[in-house]
Nanobody, 125 residues
Framework: QVKLVESGGGSVQAGGSLRLSCAASGFTDSLYCMSWFRQAPGKEREGVASISSDGDTRYADSVKGRFIISQDNAENTLYLQMNSLKPEDTAMYYC???????????????????WGQGTQVTVSS
């Protein structure tokens, strides 16, 4: 059974940094696309960043230059380094995975088979 567990969220002041982690277990596909999504209160869930099994990364325009997605295959862990945080980054952050080679359709949320429970990020001004 596939399980994704996010951690690393918290409260930080604007301009600060956080690193989110997503520990994956039970996922045996060697080809995949793993992504971070977020949902702020009253807003739709949106894509933040994705990384494929071969290391191809993609970012939402709102986080380019501030966030970095990475993975540790040995530890089966996905990361999201968030720098220069802004109040508008406040949201619940989720990781998700698709067993597919390409992240070309990473924003199509209905394609994702597995989701984590989320970790809260709050950025104060």
């Amino acid at each position: 059974q596939v399980k994704l567990v996010e951690s690393g969220g918290g409260s930080v002041q604007a301009g600060g940094s956080l690193r989110l982690s997503c520990a994956a277990s039970g996922f045996t596909d060697s080809l995949y696309c793993m992504s971070w999504f977020r949902q702020a209160p009253g807003k739709e869930r949106e894509g933040v960043a994705s990384i494929s099994s071969d290391g191809d990364t993609r970012y939402a325009d709102s986080v380019k230059g501030r966030f970095i997605i990475s993975q540790d295959n040995a530890e089966n862990t996905l990361y999201l380094q968030m720098n220069s945080l802004k109040p508008e980054d406040t949201a619940m952050y989720y990781c998700a995975v698709i067993p597919t080679r390409s992240c070309a359709w990473w924003l199509w949320q209905h394609l994702y088979n597995f989701w984590g429970q989320g970790t809260q990020v709050t950025v104060s001004s």
